[in-house]
Structures are given as structure tokens and as C-alpha cells.
């Protein structure tokens, strides 16, 4: 093996170890993100959840008219 081949060779792996570390990288953020949505639509399911719940505890004579 030439010094050419080899100099191309850890070229190439310099390269791919720093796009898989760039990788990585991107893949972690992703998934911060995608814990910090999850959480959100758990709270917005929740909210949904209270707010029927109280919808259809208040008798029709309590309902406040829709122009208010």
C-alpha cells in the first residue's frame, strides 16, 4: 500500500467520523425535541380532557349564551 492510498484512506475516515458524530448530534436534538412535543400534547390532551369534562357537568340553564 502507497502512502497515496494511504492518506485517501484516512481521509475517508476522518471524514465519515466526523459526519457520523455531526449525525449523532443532530439525531440527540431531534430527540429532545420530540420529548418536548410529546410533552406539550400531553398537557393540550389533558386540557381537551378537563375542559369536557366540565362541558357536560354544568346543567343547560348554567350555559352561558354563545354571544358572550
Not at 449523532?24 to 389533558?46: G, M, P, T, Y
Amino acid at each position: 500500500m502507497d502512502d497515496e492510498t494511504l492518506e485517501s484512506l484516512q481521509s475517508k475516515i476522518a471524514f465519515l467520523e466526523r459526519a457520523s458524530s455531526e449525525l449523532s448530534d443532530v439525531v440527540f436534538r431531534q430527540h429532545r425535541e420530540i420529548q418536548a412535543i410529546e410533552a406539550q400534547l400531553k398537557a393540550v390532551c389533558d386540557r381537551l380532557n378537563g375542559v369536557s369534562s366540565d362541558a357536560t357537568a354544568r346543567p343547560p340553564e348554567e350555559e352561558i349564551p354563545p354571544h358572550y
